[in-house]
T-cell receptor, first 113, second 115 residues
Framework: GENVEQHPSTLSVQEGDSAVIKCTYSDSASNYFPWYKQELGKGPQLIID?????GEKKDQRIAVTLNKTAKHFSLHITETQPEDSAVYFCAGFSGGGADGLTFGKGTHLIIQP | NAGVMQNPRHLVRRRGQEARLRCSPM?????VYWYRQLPEEGLKFMVY????????ESGMPKERFSAEFPKEGPSILRIQQVVRGDSAAYFC?????????????FGAGSRLTVL
């Protein structure tokens, strides 16, 4: 099955700086890679996703890049703001089976004022 | 659109009791997934269901845990004879179906505490 590794586990950046979170996956058949943001006491919320037929996707301050050859994908947040503080999860989906997304262990992003 | 609704939000049980967690998917969604999240950890897949059918339960513990998604009503995750190690947040997610099967929308979760 799929295995997703996520780094770092904790990331602290100054407000206004950029943050980058990286994930690797094991199953070359994986074709869908979403990123979820989880605030304290809440459920994960989808913030951006990318499919294997594109290399990059942007949505305002958030971007995701995918390198299929190296089997890794990254989340980039620019001009970070206090409300970006949360736990971020990457995930992979192989599509061939009926099981759900396989998640990384999460990155606790802390935005320092 | 009320989104994915889970209840109860918080549940306290003593060891040996039963816990029942309910999940109503988003309107128009026919697929339901259950995940478990332990403190400071990621989300672990448990089970994937469609109406009246368990598609994949490879993440479910072999004993004490069961899930259903009846023709009418919410999906239910049932934990019998709970133990302290069952304390966790249980999240339900739904998706629209085959065409968007991998785009999951999560509920706010049910937090189970076993005393």
């Amino acid at each position: 099955g799929e295995n997703v590794e996520q780094h770092p586990s904790t990331l602290s950046v100054q407000e206004g700086d950029s943050a980058v979170i990286k994930c690797t996956y094991s199953d070359s058949a994986s074709n869908y890679f979403p990123w979820y943001k989880q605030e304290l006491g809440k459920g994960p919320q989808l913030i951006i996703d990318i499919r294997s037929n594109v290399g990059e996707k942007k949505d305002q301050r958030i971007a995701v890049t995918l390198n299929k050859t190296a089997k890794h994908f990254s989340l980039h947040i620019t001009e970070t703001q206090p409300e970006d503080s949360a736990v971020y999860f990457c995930a992979g989906f192989s599509g061939g089976g009926a099981d759900g997304l396989t998640f990384g262990k999460g990155t606790h992003l802390i935005i320092q004022p | 659109n009320a989104g994915v609704m889970q209840n109860p939000r918080h549940l306290v049980r003593r060891r040996g009791q039963e816990a029942r967690l309910r999940c109503s998917p988003m309107k128009g969604h026919s697929h339901v997934y259950w995940y478990r999240q332990l403190p400071e950890e990621g989300l672990k897949f448990m089970v994937y269901l469609q109406k009246e059918n368990i598609i994949d339960e490879s993440g479910m513990p072999k004993e004490r845990f069961s899930a259903e998604f009846p023709k009418e009503g919410p999906s239910i995750l049932r934990i019998q004879q709970v133990v302290r190690g069952d304390s966790a947040a249980y999240f339900c997610a739904s998706s629209p179906g085959v065409a968007g099967a991998n785009v999951l929308t999560f509920g706010a979760g049910s937090r189970l505490t076993v005393l």
